[in-house]
């Protein structure tokens, strides 16, 4: 009996340990799974520096030759031109090889705010946000105005490409002779009363024909070898610039001295920029336009030249276009010892120097309106660009970073898209300017420092040299009346919509 008891009570006390402890266990586990889990920090994501320019993989010199595009090329170029689609029914590849840079920022700027309006009889115009016209196309004719107050109008007719960009300033460009498969352009320009021609090049490619400057000379390899290789001894050069007005604007800083020629080459190239864009300028009503001509001119501009549209230009980005220099020089130098071979163009096309990858660094020739962030800002010459897209869009566009500009201008370090056949124009000015420069090292050397250089002496390239077209003026001349017309019909026939939204 007292065996039995022991055992009832042992097991009673056994159950109720039990029990307590399921009790227990549940309760704990209850209350872990109200209590909030820490959360660990999330590990942030290294997404890969930004090169900058002076980071950028300078130009080779070496041609890039491109065969995606499918087709052979007409005797007589496309003038008007066609999307890349036309030619091979597909969106045009990536012709640099590789992996092509992805747009920074995300997919590149938008479109140019503002709204289009349908003409009557055919064409468009594009307004802006305040309801003005930014460009029209009708009758044959683009007109576009920059921000600046400037007007460019550009049509083709019989052959013949027109583009004035000021009062009866421009240029008539007509084929006039074919090497090798090439076809060369004699391009007058005209700007009140002077006349000067140059030879451009075409480049047919992706359906489009785009025109790249020609030289009509070239020197022998030594001094090529001259002006791109260091010089004995620093050479401290007096440009002289101090008393004019676009310096003093400004505020253009050249090299203390110049180690080697390319650097020489580079203030020059950019010292030309600048006094186009400070003559653009006082053409459109900019600064000190009232005092232009006179002493005056050149006291204002001193004076605002600590509230004037700045240049700044830090060491790595003058490197990089001394870079440019000196690439474009070794280019020159192998296309001299060619001249006169019968070279052809590739059957799909040859890459115009706008869109070939060894060509990333453009300086800005001229006022050009771009979109940053969804809001129109201007670029004007002398700013720098950095193209990282090689792939037009529908547009014709790339996009590029403002690698360097003026205080007025669109910020450093802003995306922006860009036409191919601006970025071509810049690559011409540039090669322009820079066979100027050359032309004055020529000159000078042997002469204030400069050492004395090797052969100097030029021959003449494969192409005939061509004589200004006189007819040039009154082509302008008409294009301007045309264009005046245009706009005035384009504005009485839109009074009531210029402030509207899209129509």
């Known amino acids: 009996m007292i065996l039995s008891e022991i055992s009832s009570s042992v097991m009673r006390k056994s159950v109720l340990f039990l029990l307590l402890t399921a009790v227990a266990t549940f309760a704990w586990s209850q209350d872990g799974q ?77 479109p140019t705010p503002g709204h289009d309006v349908a003409l009557r009889n055919g064409g468009v115009a594009h307004f802006g946000t305040h309801g003005e016209i930014r460009s029209i196309d009708k009758n044959g004719l683009h007109i576009e105005h920059n921000l ?45 009363g002077v006349y000067r021609v140059v030879v451009y090049r075409g480049y047919y490619f992706g359906g489009r024909t785009y025109y790249g400057y020609y030289p009509a000379y070239y020197y022998h390899p030594a001094f090529y070898v001259w002006a791109y290789n260091p010089w004995p001894a620093p050479v401290y050069w007096g440009w002289g610039w101090a008393g004019a ?38 053409a459109n009503g900019g600064p000190d336009s009232a005092a232009a001509g006179n002493q005056a001119e050149t006291d204002s501009a001193a004076a605002s030249a600590s509230t004037g549209d700045q240049v700044t230009l ?12 000196k690439a474009q020089l070794q280019a020159e130098q192998a296309a001299a010892g060619q ?25 800005v020739d001229a006022d050009l309106a771009v979109v940053a962030d969804g809001q129109e800002c201007s670029l004007t010459g002398g700013d720098i660009l950095t193209r990282i897209s090689t792939t037009p869009d529908g547009d014709q566009k790339v996009n590029a970073i403002v690698t360097s500009s003026k205080k007025k201008d669109c910020a450093a370090g802003k995306q922006v898209a860009v036409k191919v056949d601006d970025l071509q124009e810049m690559q011409n000015h540039f090669r322009e300017k820079l066979d100027e420069g050359m032309k004055e090292m020529a000159a000078k050397q042997g002469t204030g420092g400069m050492p004395k250089a090797p052969d100097s002496s030029t021959v003449a390239s494969n192409v005939p040299p061509s004589v200004p077209d006189k007819s040039a003026a009154k082509v302008l001349a008409n294009q301007q009346a045309s264009a005046d017309q245009t706009e005035t019909q384009v504005k009485q026939e839109t009074a009531g919509s210029m402030a509207g939204g899209e129509q």
């Not at 109008?153 to 240029?171: K, P, Q």
């Not at 830090?314 to 220099?325: F, G, H, R, S």
């Open 34 to 110: 109200n209590k909030k889990v820490p959360k660990v920090p999330p590990v942030p994501l290294k997404l890969p520096a930004i090169q900058k320019p002076s980071a950028i993989q300078k130009p080779s010199t070496q041609p890039v030759q491109h065969k995606d595009v499918v087709g052979t090329r007409p005797t007589e170029p496309n003038m008007k031109g066609k999307p890349a689609s036309d030619v091979t029914g597909k969106p045009e590849p990536n012709h640099g090889g590789g992996s092509e840079p992805k747009p920074i920022g995300g997919p590149g700027p938008k």
């Open 148 to 192: 600046q107050g400037g007007r460019t109008i550009v049509s083709e007719r019989n052959g013949a490409r027109v583009v004035t960009t000021g009062h009866y300033g421009g240029y008539v460009q007509r084929v006039y002779v074919t090497r090798g498969g090439h076809s060369y352009y004699q391009r007058t320009y005209y700007d009140h």
């Open 245 to 282: 007005p676009w310096y003093a604007y400004y505020g253009f800083t050249p090299y203390p001295f110049y180690a080697e020629p390319t650097f020489w080459l580079t203030d020059y190239v950019l010292a030309a920029s600048l006094q186009a864009a400070y003559a653009e300028s006082l």
């Open 314 to 325: 830090t060491p790595e980005v003058k490197q990089d276009i001394a870079e440019e220099v």
């Open 339 to 363: 001249s006169g071979q019968n070279t052809s163009a590739p059957a799909g096309g040859e890459v115009p120097p706008a869109l070939d990858p060894a060509r990333m660094i453009f300086v």
